[in-house]
């Protein structure tokens, strides 16, 4: 069973920023927040992941909070090529992905 | 980055037929691969992990001589599905890992459709 909640979807105006969120209230200690996305007919494309702190690299900015019980994808200027379905998952490092549902993310011009 | 590659892209085969889907990690060695399917409309299903030189280890209500998985080499990985019928027709998705870093890296997809 997926172990985060994530809204079904979403909307983002080309240019602002887009936030998403994921619930993982059962997180333990040991467990790694991680985010990819997939759009339509390909492969998962990873983004970013973090254990505790806030993290940001070239594509992404991920926020995780203090109790880590959820945490926050920022795209900081979605483009219409960001429109894909966003997973938010938590393992341990090791271990297999199990997706969620995900969150349908339209950016729209 | 690291890069997986599938085979083929896309295939259309007859009912009762087999088909073989090849998974390639290009540039790095992959110790464990992982296959999943999707239906359309739907997430992403792990079907079954495998470790180089031994059996794969499937998910529940995955039937595992149905679904074939090769893992012979550190970069190479096959899906065969026997018998294929039209309710088996899918998105299938491999996943490689390597020992190191513990990171999945993707493939693009193999899109099987079953006639």
């Known amino acids: 069973d997926a172990k985060t909640t994530q809204p079904p979807s979403m909307d983002c105006a080309e240019g602002r920023a887009a936030n998403l969120p994921c619930n993982h209230s059962?997180?333990?200690?040991?467990?790694?927040v991680y985010w990819y996305r997939q759009i339509h007919s390909q492969g998962p494309q990873y983004i970013i992941h973090g254990l505790k702190n806030n993290e940001t690299n070239e594509m992404a900015s991920l926020i995780i909070t203090e109790d880590r019980k959820s945490s926050t994808l920022i795209l900081p200027h979605a483009t219409l090529r960001d429109t894909a379905v966003y997973y938010c998952?938590?393992?341990?490092?090791?271990?297999?992905?199990?997706f969620g549902a995900g969150t349908i993310l339209r950016v729209k011009s | 980055g690291a890069v997986v590659s599938q085979h083929p892209s896309r295939v259309i085969c007859k009912s009762g037929t087999s088909v073989k889907i090849e998974c390639r990690s290009l540039?790095?060695?992959?110790?464990?691969m992982f296959w999943y399917r999707q239906f359309p409309k739907q997430s992403l299903m792990l079907m079954a992990t495998s470790n180089e030189g031994s059996k794969a280890t499937y998910e529940q209500g995955v039937e595992k001589d149905k679904f074939l998985i090769n893992h012979a080499s550190l970069t190479l990985s096959t899906l065969t599905v026997t018998s294929a019928h039209p309710e088996d027709s899918s998105f299938y998705i491999c996943?490689?890992?390597?020992?190191?870093?513990?990171?999945?890296?993707f493939g693009p997809g193999t899109r099987l459709t079953v006639t």
């Open positions: 059962t997180i333990s200690g040991n467990e790694y």
């Open positions: 996943s490689a890992r390597t020992a190191v870093s513990y990171e999945q890296y």
């Open positions: 540039d790095f060695q992959a110790t464990t």
């Open positions: 998952i938590v393992r341990e490092s090791g271990n297999k992905l199990v």
